[in-house]
């Protein structure tokens, strides 16, 4: 009997490893699949405050990013587009972006890319730390009751969306 895995699943495993223990000595709580989501709260590009907490009872993406990473040049508008189509059903996106760039350099790459949902340019970097997310780009995709399906590293297809969330935005 052969057992296959999808390819989201090897690579949620992978992602949800990097994000279960910190080296640093920092005490930082664990994050597994199942685990609710703490909350977190920033302001966006367009000087708005986004917190995931008033996002309770919707599902979310919460997409830290790079400026530089061709992933996410290539997958944006897969979430472009799956904003656009489920966002009147409840589907939340915010991208984060802490690596080093300056506030000006994440305007023009949203602007590039066309991003139509928040973009949190989190300069200290404190949501990652609260996540301890150590790789990027990290998507993590919440259920409506922010518990964890998945933590996917690197690229995103519009299947894998499908798949974690169709239960919820169909």
């Given at each position: 009997m052969k057992i296959t895995i999808p390819i989201y699943s090897f690579f949620a495993i992978t992602a949800a490893i990097l994000l279960l223990s910190s080296c640093s000595g920092?005490?930082?709580?664990a994050?597994?699949?199942?685990?609710?989501i703490a909350s977190f709260s920033g302001t966006d590009l367009e000087g708005r405050n986004f917190s995931l907490a008033?996002?309770?009872?919707?599902p979310v993406i919460v997409r830290f990013f790079l400026l530089n990473c061709p992933y996410c040049k290539a997958d944006t508008p897969i979430f472009n587009m799956f904003y656009d189509k489920y966002r009147q059903r409840g589907l939340e996106i915010v991208y984060i972006n802490n690596n080093g760039?300056?506030?000006?350099?994440?305007k023009i790459f949203a602007h590039e890319l066309?991003?139509?949902f928040p973009v949190i340019f989190?300069?200290?970097?404190k949501i990652a730390k609260?996540?301890?997310?150590?790789?990027?780009p990290l998507t993590l995709v919440l259920s409506p009751e922010h518990k964890l399906l998945a933590a996917l590293l690197g690229?995103?297809?519009e299947a894998e969306l499908n798949e974690l969330l169709s239960q919820y935005i169909l």
């Open positions: 920092e005490s930082t709580k994050i597994r699949t199942g685990d609710t008033s996002h309770i009872g919707k760039a300056n506030a000006e350099e994440v066309k991003i139509n989190d300069q200290e970097g609260q996540y301890n997310v150590k790789v990027q690229g995103v297809s």
